[in-house]
């Protein structure tokens, strides 16, 4: 007996909507995930922020003498794996070890680093003129070093707040103001006084200004944060980098405390 094949014939359904008493059909709405030929492509990563390759770094380091007891102060930003990490070292003579603090920062952030370099002309400046010898405010020297894109340069600048050259001190405050926010500060800890005998002093003024502290000059410029001092009462002078403007204010520091001192030296 021979086989007979069996035809199945479905019905198709059409689903009909009324709207105001008027019958029309259902029409199927765009997918909700796939693209909109009416709207922009996404960035190609060409387009993205660019930030630091993977073997690519910027340092810059106080030398010694330096006004503080360390023998150097380092503040880098260096590609670690996927993110780009500030580190901030602060090293003591004839000591192994130091004072560090380390943060990550995020991918706009080390794209601004970057382009605050690139703005800079920082792969191709050359060690800063020396400036006009001023008694008693020598300014502090700064070693600069980079890698960027397989380029590794490196130069040194004395007193680069005061460098006519204005990219000397937007690239070495720059990097240094970006490692201190991620990373923090690494105050000296005086181990000759008790704890609860110290406080600090954060000084900021317009003009910048040189700092003596009870007539001692620190070397230091303002702004200065996380000065440490024994509590009590002490005599801060300001003097204007340019030599314009000399004054001096009394300020008291508390036990464990900050003070903070801001003024307008004109």
Known sequence: MGRTAALLILPVAVAWVTLGGLASPLRAEPNASEPDASEPDAPSPAEAPSGFGPEDYVRVVLEAPGPTPFHEIRYEVVRRGPAAAAMHRRELPGHGESLHGM?????????????????AGALTLPDAPALPAQPGAEGLQWRVELSLDGR???????????QPDRRYWA?????????RRHAGEQPFRNVFFDPGHLGWVNLVSVPAARVWVDGFDTRLETPLYGYELRAGAHEVR????DGAWDRTYTIRVEP???????VDLR
């Open 103 to 119: 943060a990550l920062l995020t991918r706009d952030e080390e794209a601004a680093l970057r382009a605050l370099i690139d703005r």
């Open 152 to 162: 590794t340069h490196r130069f040194r600048v004395r007193d680069p707040i005061n």
């Open 171 to 179: 690239l070495v405050g720059g990097v240094r103001d970006v490692v």
């Open 238 to 241: 300001l003097v204007s980098l």
């Open 256 to 262: 464990g405390g900050t003070t903070h001192l801001a």
